[in-house]
């Protein structure tokens, strides 16, 4: 198989303007005040949420 048209330079860059990485989107941990992923356990504390928080090796709880 051979592709019938080669794409352009410039068509290549339109398309790839769409792949660039974004930076991770963090909240505030309200346990700790670290910056912590949503929806993810805080990686200094280990807070979760009201009622759960998982054990770390670096937190003041473990
Ligand atoms: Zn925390």
């Keep these: 198989m051979v592709p019938p ?4 330079p410039g068509r290549t860059r ?3 303007a769409h792949q660039a ?3 991770e989107h963090t909240t505030l941990c309200p ?3 670290a ?3 949503s929806h993810t356990a805080c ?3 280990g807070y979760v949420r009201p009622g759960l928080q998982i054990k770390t090796g670096k937190g003041p709880s473990a």
């Design 5 to 8: 048209f080669r794409c352009s």
């Design 14 to 16: 339109r398309r790839r």
């Design 21 to 23: 990485i974004k930076a």
């Design 31 to 33: 346990n700790c005040g």
């Design 35 to 37: 910056a912590k992923r």
């Design 43 to 45: 990686s200094s504390c």
